[in-house]
Nanobody, 119 residues
Framework: QVQLQESGPGLVKPSQTLSLTCTVS??????????WNWVRQSPGKGLEWIGY???????DYSPTLKSRASISRDTSKNQFFLHLGSVTPEDTGAYYC???????????WGQGTQVTVSA
């Protein structure tokens, strides 16, 4: 079965770029028909989809974050990445990577990683 694991700094200063890695095992990020997503959750705000990179390398983003978010991948390491620029304390939260069948339901999740934006 596929497993996903988030990693990256837990503390980021305002105006800097938040960078996270999702390491995937048990399945290839280039396998047909799968989308690889970033999702976040903040207290009292619920779950928010950030964006995805598909098996072909095409990306898409939430309209509210499109101007600041970038998703990329390293197929040789079976990893994909999130870069969220110009962060503010409002970007504080738990960040998850997740696999979906096309752009439908999330079938597999990482455990999540807490990111705090603070000076």
């Amino acid at each position: 079965q596929v497993q996903l694991q988030e990693s990256g700094p837990g503390l980021v200063k305002p105006s800097q770029t938040l960078s996270l890695t999702c390491t995937v095992s048990g399945g290839s990020i280039t396998a047909n028909n799968y989308y690889w997503n970033w999702v976040r959750q903040s207290p009292g705000k619920g779950l928010e989809w950030i964006g995805y990179i598909v098996y072909s390398g095409i990306t898409d983003y939430s309209p509210t974050l499109k101007s600041r978010a970038s998703i990329s991948r390293d197929t040789s390491k079976n990893q994909f990445f999130l870069h969220l620029g110009s962060v503010t304390p409002e970007d504080t939260g738990a960040y998850y990577c997740a696999r979906s069948w096309y752009s439908s339901f999330f079938e597999s999740w990482g455990q999540g990683t807490q990111v705090t934006v603070s000076a």
